[in-house]
């Protein structure tokens, strides 16, 4: 009976170290399989952190292209609104220039195209090439319509009546004409370089000299203003003056 009791006490001791031995086994079996799944778990989540640095790294990237790319869509906008204004001032400049030299072009074509404008006549006395007050005053007035016209010419003209030799007359007819410039040009600053005189003496009477008062219209000098028919400038014969008879002292 003794016996059959230890018996029993040793299978139940076996079995107890058997359960031991097995849990133990287990645990270390346990811990062998997860070892290498705990490393790779460790591993992907260093790699999973690594691709998350890496994403955020892109994005930082891609957010400063976009914003570089948009600055520079915005600047190469501003150069083509500014490279637009260019082109349209160019195109006003260059329209301006043809303009201009359509005119200079019309300008030239008519300088030497020229027409009669004002016109004066002084009168002088018998065998006098002397100018009166009243005469300076003509001048003067003629002087300063003048000076509204940008480009023109003067003629000056010298006459004399039949009185007297013929060549006598038409060295007075220039004795008179040269007085008369004399005068606009020492007293009304007109550059000579824009007159011209002749004296024709007895020739081309502006009226009879058959009588005392055609004669008296005969001794004189005309001023005839010509203007080239320029584009834009205001015509002459607008200022004309018309001719005074104002006869002077008689000899």
Known sequence: MHRVQTMKSAAILVAALALTT???????????????????????????????????SVDRRAETGISEAQNDADKANQAAQTADQHAWTANQTAEKGLTKAQHATEVAENIDNYAPGQH????????????????KQKLDDFV???????????????????????????????RRADTVVRYITLNGDIPLVKIYRMGYGEDAPAHSNRTLKGREMNRRVTLTVMVPQIPGQESASAQTAGSTQNPSEMQ
């Open 22 to 56: 097995a849990g133990c086994a287990t645990k270390k079996f346990v811990r062998n399989s997860m070892a290498p799944l705990e490393a790779g778990i460790h591993a992907l989540n260093r790699k999973t952190s690594r691709n998350a640095k890496d994403i955020k």
């Open 120 to 135: 004066v006549t002084v009168l002088f006395g018998f065998n006098r090439a002397r100018l009166s007050a009243k005469d």
């Open 144 to 174: 300063q319509q003048l000076k509204l016209l940008k480009h023109y010419v003067i003629q000056v003209q010298g006459y004399t009546d039949t009185t007297g030799p013929k060549r006598y007359n038409l060295m007075l007819s220039k």
